[in-house]
């Protein structure tokens, strides 16, 4: 599945969702250990125990060349990675002060 903005995704592993924001070049998209499924898709697989670790929804997910960025739309119990790589939580900016 080639990633791209706006696509939607899904975890076969658990409920969370995530749209990708900036995509990379490749597939190795992961939650819980499984790859991800697009939205029309449907089927259930067994998560890998250390890669449990949850996603939070509103929260962006970056690696750490900031190659590749996903907004979790919906929580769940899987982490997500990248060519084998976890995601961090993006750092929040912050906004200038209206004085």
Request: charged letters at 25%; glycine letters at 10%; aromatic letters at 4%.
């Given at each position: 599945?080639?990633?791209?903005?706006?696509?939607?995704?899904?975890?076969?592993?658990?409920?969370?969702?995530?749209?990708v924001i900036k995509a990379a070049a490749g597939d190795g998209l992961t939650c819980g250990?499984?790859?991800?499924?697009?939205?029309?898709?449907?089927?259930?697989?067994?998560?890998?125990?250390?890669h449990m670790h949850g996603c939070v929804i509103g929260k962006r997910y970056v690696n750490?060349?900031?190659?590749?960025?996903?907004?979790?739309?919906?929580?769940?119990?899987?982490?997500?990675?990248?060519?084998?790589?976890?995601?961090?939580?993006?750092?929040?900016?912050?906004?200038?002060?209206?004085?």
């Amino acid at each position: 599945m080639e990633l791209k903005p706006g696509l939607r995704l899904r975890s076969a592993v658990c409920d969370a969702e995530v749209m990708v924001i900036k995509a990379a070049a490749g597939d190795g998209l992961t939650c819980g250990g499984e790859s991800f499924l697009e939205q029309a898709q449907d089927a259930k697989a067994a998560a890998n125990p250390e890669h449990m670790h949850g996603c939070v929804i509103g929260k962006r997910y970056v690696n750490e060349a900031e190659t590749i960025e996903l907004l979790c739309i919906k929580s769940g119990e899987g982490s997500l990675y990248y060519n084998s790589d976890e995601l961090m939580t993006k750092d929040t900016k912050k906004l200038p002060s209206s004085d």
